[in-house]
């Protein structure tokens, strides 16, 4: 008993030091390097909402942008310097190769 608690304790731990918060902010709380960065850098992508992150006590901001159908997140540091570019998580942005396989499925539906 006394190994399963310690294992429990164990994992509690690492999940605890692995834990990040994100917290949503206003787009104007961004830093301005990064309010900046997205109108020069990211001309055509609108900005939808952004975040503040802590995860292991690394501060980084997160823009979802949006441009057409395509959605992705931009990564800035604590003081707004661009870090990288991500697909959205959940993004079911469909690619050519799916896209004509879709049509094709569909063709047959019909007949």
């Known amino acids: 008993m006394k190994k399963v608690v310690f294992l429990f304790v164990l994992i509690l731990s690492v999940a605890a ?3 990040q918060t994100r917290t949503a902010i206003r787009l104007s709380d961004l830093p301005k390097a990064a309010s900046d ?3 020069s850098q990211h001309q055509g992508w609108n900005a939808v909402d952004a975040y503040k992150v802590d ?3 690394m501060m980084t901001y997160e823009v979802t942008a949006k441009k057409g159908p395509s959605e992705t997140v931009l990564v800035y540091d604590k003081d707004g ?3 990288k570019m991500e697909p959205k998580k959940g993004s079911m ?3 050519a190769k799916a896209s004509s396989m ?3 499925e569909a063709g047959k539906m019909k007949k």
């Open 102 to 104: 879709h049509k094709k």
């Open 37 to 39: 960065n997205l109108s």
């Open 17 to 19: 030091l692995n834990a």
């Open 55 to 57: 995860s292991k006590g």
């Open 93 to 95: 942005e469909p690619t």
């Open 81 to 83: 310097k661009y870090l």
